[in-house]
């Protein structure tokens, strides 16, 4: 009498397509049921993957992760799909996966088609199947990208009818929404005062009540290109709140974390000082210190927030930091403008890429026309390869525009105005118009720092 077989039943869905083609995860068990049933297959358990593609990484198929646990702990003898593209679309994985089995003497079976794994000539057979299979599922893939990249190119919506917060779908089409886009609006003036997506969230909250937007959906606002307007290459996707360069600098700043603690002041330069050593930021901390009098003075000082790292760290106070900014910031700025202008006079007065490529035109012509000798052509063409190369190579030049808004901060009697600010706003000073703050590993003194620039 035969050995009783112990089955795995596996099923796939991944669109909704296949629901409506009888693929459905019912549709599935019920068939792989009946077939084990009327062979007389003792059913272990059942494992399913919906909304995942054949094609996903094995990591991401939770069921069949699941199911191939259980072969290696030898509770199955067989696995039954429907059919083969409901198992695998993928080479590799299926070759992963079939070493699995071998090992332990499992085998898979399709009970709509005939496909043997046991053999030499059906391991070839199924593997010309899945190139097939595998082949028309990148052909598919390419074609929907051509489709939604047309999509996005023309304004229109590639993600259904949800809308983030601040739009909403019409005409298929993105538009600001009016019940909520004073609110949007509100946010982003508001963080242009502090730089603080919590502080932005607590204002809303505070000002709007049930109306103001969650958590999640104010952190988006900094962080999701379609507010500038943007969607992949298009940057006209839709009406934007902010533009793109006030994006990216929303995201850069943003991506820094602050803190402050309880009742006391922010920190006004956290976040900015980075560690020579190993790269973490610097943070602020309290040093309290006895006076002869018996009074108490408390100042500020800055460390490596990497508490437990076994390297060299300078400590700075808060008043000497300020004092360094203070002094150097305006002329550093007007020795990096001075040299932008004197690299955007080189690069006039030298080659670019478009000039020498009409350069070599030229010369070819000429050789051709038999009116210079080869050496000459040889030599001249040389020469001119050499050039387009360190043109190419050249980094791209800083444009002026990118120091605009910096131009704007440090005129007229702004040391004035930063002298009068408390500390919460001179946080914010310094995090929209810095970037970073440097740290010379040898003399364990402040070197430079750099601008926040205008991104293009």
Known sequence: MDKVKRCAIYIRVSTEEQHLNGLSLPA???????????????????????????????????????????????????????????????????????????????????????????TANGQMVINI???????????????????????????????????????K??????????????????????????YSIRNTFYYLQKKYGDRAPSCNKVDRLFKNETYAGKDKDNYNYCEPYITYSEFQKFRQISSAKTSTVGKYDPYIFSSLIKC????????????????????????????????????????????????????????????EITSVQMKAKQQHKGYDAETLHKEMERLNILFQKGRITESYYDEQYELLENKLRECEGAEKPTPL?????????????WHEMYVNLDKAHKQTFWKSTISSIEIDRETHQISGFNFLKELE
């Not at 009946?34 to 993957?49: K, Q, S, V």
């Not at 808060?318 to 002094?327: A, D, F, P, V």
């Not at 525009?401 to 009697?413: K, P, R």
């Open 401 to 413: 525009s990118a120091y605009n808004n910096l131009l704007a901060t440090f005129s007229g009697d």
């Open 276 to 335: 020579p050593w190993c790269g973490n930021n610097y943070t602020g901390y309290r040093k309290k210190q006895k006076l002869k009098s018996g009074g108490e003075s408390i100042y500020i000082k800055y460390r490596c927030g990497n508490k437990f790292g076994r390297h060299s760290c300078a400590h700075f106070t808060e008043h000497k930091i300020e004092e360094y900014m203070l002094t150097h910031v305006s002329s550093r700025l007007q020795e």
């Open 169 to 194: 779908v019409v005409n298929n089409r993105l538009v600001k929404d009016e019940s909520v886009s004073d609110i949007v609006d509100d946010a982003y003036d508001h963080y242009r005062s502090c």
């Open 129 to 167: 199947m899945l190139s097939v299979n595998q082949a028309e599922c990148d052909r598919t893939s390419e074609r929907i990208k051509a489709v939604m990249d047309y999509k996005r190119s023309i304004g229109e919506v590639t993600s259904g009818k949800c809308a983030c917060y601040g739009y």
């Open 28 to 118: 599935q068990r019920k068939a792989l049921t009946d077939f084990a049933e009327h062979n007389g297959y003792t059913i272990i358990d059942y494992y399913a993957d919906e909304g995942i593609s054949a094609r996903k990484p094995m990591k991401y198929r939770k069921g069949l992760l699941r199911l191939l646990d259980d072969v290696k702990k030898n509770k199955i003898d067989m696995i039954l799909v429907t059919k083969l593209d409901r198992w695998f679309r993928n080479i590799k994985d299926y070759n992963i996966t079939e070493e699995i089995l071998q090992a332990h003497n499992c085998y898979w079976k399709t009970i709509f088609e005939n496909y043997d794994s046991s």
